[in-house]
DNA sequence: CTGAAAGCGCTTACAG
DNA sequence: CTGAAAGCGCTTACAG
């Protein structure tokens, strides 16, 4: 049906291997017998078929991004810096999502033994000691963003630090009751929200304060209703349950429906409540009050895995290292 | 280096032929030597190679999704309703992202030349017609969704009527003044554009009003910030050039964009300028005021695109359909 | 019940 | 300057 190379070498009365050859630019072959052949494949709309050419050659020229789930800003935008700096290189790579759902172990060794990319970018996915050493023994490139990874490179965001910030912030408000919400996935909070968690409680305790357990909370699904959900169920615990600062530390999506739940229910922010977010989504700064949050640099992490992915692919026995980016504090009216 | 069929073979005791027959569970070969096998399999840690059984079976068990580019909430919705339903599949299916800058006919054709999927979604992308017929001569399944494509599978979206609707709206709200803000993809406006600026046209006509050509604008990256430098030209161009009335078609981001910018010039939302977005963005009702704007199932399109996508898989020769969804106006204070 | 052989569509040393 | 041959790692009729 296709048409391959074996019909192009025919009609241009050469063998298969000059076809490839000529495709090649291999020195050595008539500019008559080129003209030939470019014609027939011309002719014959003919394509190389990816698939034998990435068996033979060890290389798909397609890298895998991983998450968990690509529902979160947080993966579009990072995802949004790999695509942007993709389309400047020369060579043409393709994106090949994964998403692990709860499963990421099972997931990053089926892309390193069934070779379904030159290399793989990690969303805030951890690979195990021994999955990081398979990579290696096989000579791909591991960029891990957002979370420890012995024995790959890893990016990360100071996510300690940001928190830190957040915390601050609340603090410097003179906020009394705090209350702090992560995000999971996939069933474990992962290194992120843990240093987020980190960064909150060393501030508070710096101020003298303990954190009270009963005032941290977890969602799942990043959707803006669970952020509803949660602030009904922090409000309906009584009025010693309500908080009168939240640092939402799993994201602004998530911080922003809890800022309309809070309205709904008549709690004015900032004025009986502060909310800090994670992020800076676009809409960040449109909503009502706009949300102070937490900025990382998502695309430019993004363009900066390509960056590594790139040298990694150039250079198989290259340093691992750690490259980490600073978040920063959007002060807005939410606080 | 790493571990192929052969290698099993021989820990195994047994031909390369009998793994792969006891892989795939073909009658007839005696649970002892399963047995063997998969001892084998287990202790070498063998993984099949992806290329490889992808080009003998001539199938790759990835789909592509296409699009212009993948930035906009649009996209990401879509893909997200794809993801989510094909993680309802048994078997485990690939996500290959192809964005095509201008050049959509060219990774067009590379996809089914190159067999590099087993069926294509596009995402507001027009296949020609003979590339939607080259699709066809090669069975590869083609769902174009918010498109028109001929000889293909197609999702739309019922733009002009979700067009008429918002127009409908700034008229019912005695704007006199109405601008129109469309979207370009890749450079030309696209269907889904051309529609919704046939519906608004539409409206107005039969409200016996004209539109003026000047009240017309385009943006190009669908950025946030270009929706305030679009309000501030607007704004500039001197009173008489300053609308109480916008159909943002290009979407809600852009809308907020444009919105912010009125609201930094002191144009008050709505009273002395309307606004109407278009998608309902999960920020859209947080922002102030919270934003009119028209909905679009998108989600639910993305898992329908998938559903379509199988169908095709197991019967090529199906017929060609048009599935329409409708959208639906949220009134919000924004007009 | 199991193996030898051909083939998927390509690339690339190796001869001539 | 060009072709015959081997091989990438699999699957699958076909024999035995």
Same mark, same amino acid.
């Given at each position: 049906m296709a048409v391959t190379i074996h019909d192009v070498a025919r009609l241009a009365g050469v063998s298969h291997t000059t076809v490839s050859w000529a495709i090649h630019g291999h020195p050595g072959i008539t500019e008559a017998t080129k003209a030939r052949v470019f014609k027939a494949i011309e002719e014959l709309d003919y394509h190389p078929n990816y698939l034998a050419r990435s068996l033979v050659k060890g290389r798909t020229n397609t890298i895998a991004v991983v998450a968990s789930?690509?529902?979160?800003p947080f993966e579009m935008e990072v995802l949004k810096g790999i695509e942007q700096r993709i389309h400047e290189e020369e060579i043409r790579y393709g994106i090949n999502l994964f998403s692990t759902m709860n499963d990421s172990e099972r997931v990053l060794r089926e892309i390193v033994n069934g070779k379904r990319a030159d290399a793989a970018i990690l969303l805030s996915v951890s690979p195990s000691a021994e999955t990081a050493a398979l990579y290696r023994a096989n000579g791909m490139p591991l960029i891990v963003i957002d979370e420890e990874a012995q024995g790959s490179k890893t990016i990360q965001l100071n996510n300690r630090r940001g928190s830190r910030l957040a915390a601050e912030c609340l603090l410097a408000r003179g906020r009394k009751r705090l209350a702090l919400v992560l995000g999971t996935s996939g069933g474990n909070p992962g290194l992120s929200q843990a240093e987020r968690r980190r960064g909150f409680e060393e501030a508070l305790a710096e101020a003298g304060r303990a954190v009270d357990p009963s005032m941290i909370h977890f969602i799942e699904? #990043? #959707?803006?209703e669970e952020g509803q959900t949660l602030f009904a169920r922090m409000a309906e615990s009584g009025p010693e349950g309500i908080p009168d600062g939240i640092f939402c530390a799993a994201g602004d999506m998530i911080a922003m429906g809890i800022m309309l739940e809070a309205r709904n229910r008549g709690?004015?922010?900032?004025?009986d409540l502060s909310i800090v977010g994670y992020d800076d989504i676009p809409s960040s700064a449109l909503v009502s009050p706009p949300l102070t949050t937490v900025r990382q640099p998502l695309m430019r992490i993004g363009r900066r895995a390509w960056e590594e992915t790139v040298k990694a692919l150039g250079n198989p026995d290259g340093d691992d290292c750690t490259i980490i980016y600073e978040p920063q504090l959007i002060e807005r009216g939410s606080v």
């Open positions: 789930f690509f529902s979160s699904d #990043y #959707y803006f709690i004015r922010v900032p004025e």
